[in-house]
């Protein structure tokens, strides 16, 4: 099975993206479920509008790097900057498109199909943009833009998955048998080819690591002089194997755990 990039909402008048993010669907065993769910270990393609400047559009990426509930957090963060509408219809951003596909470790960020959609657009809409405003805000009709996004090519609609090094989080943590494992919380399996399924781990200690600041548009935030932004931060999370995840303290236990809350999932190499 492929993993194309697939459009999970679509709507050219717009909803408020807090109503969208609160609301529901009905999942495919016809049971009620939040939106947000959709967005789970997801890279997402959207494209918003905040009701204060209704003439620009912004189409932008989330969940790219880090998967798990990165995608909805990008999305919260707008929620959490232009506000909700109510009193005053100045509030609030209306969303008005959402393209996901799963997120899948082996693929870089660079050669994600949302991250190469995004990029497409960046090329396709130059001479849309303002002044000052950034590549991902526009002036485009919305219905153009959505043809866009649509347009069929195995160059944007699909990962490039390629069999990644150990990343470097792994060797700085030095992972041994004293860890202990705390939970596992989410699971990926390889749609094509022979990899095994990975699970999302916490750890009993963290890792201390250093990434990039973000700006409120997702993008890596620069100092006045024009260095990237540092900051240092505590991971708990790595993503191990079955056959990794029992050599360690509670391993095991933690992933049949897992596996138990969700039978109907597919797991590869947990034999």
Known sequence: MS????????????????????????????????????????????????????????????????????AFGRLLQYI???????????????????????????????????????????????????????????TTNIRKLFNLIKQSSNKTDEDIETERRKSDLLAQRNITTDDQVMKVTAHYTPKTGKGMTTFLTHW??????????????????????????KKTVKDFTTRQTYKELIRFRDGKEKADEYMEKHKRAKFVGVK
């Open 80 to 138: 959490n900057y232009y506000g909700e509408k109510g009193e005053f219809d100045c509030l609030g951003i209306k969303l008005f498109l959402i393209v996901a596909n799963e997120y899948n470790p082996n693929v870089e960020g660079k050669n994600s199909a949302i991250f190469r959609k995004e990029k497409f657009l960046k090329s396709q809409l130059k001479g849309d943009t303002m002044s000052g405003r950034g590549t991902e805000r526009v």
């Open 3 to 70: 993993n194309k990039a697939k459009t999970i909402y679509e709507n050219f008048d717009g909803i408020e993206l807090k109503q969208w993010l609160d609301g529901y669907y009905v999942n495919k065993d016809g049971e009620k479920e939040s939106n947000r769910r959709l967005l789970d270990n997801k890279r997402i393609l959207y494209v918003v509008r905040a009701n204060i400047d209704q003439s620009l559009i912004k189409f932008g990426i989330g969940g790219v790097e880090h998967g798990g509930t990165s």
């Open 204 to 229: 009993s200690r963290p890792t201390i690591i250093e990434t990039y600041v973000k700006d409120k548009d997702g993008k890596n935030k620069r100092d006045a002089s024009g260095r990237l932004v």
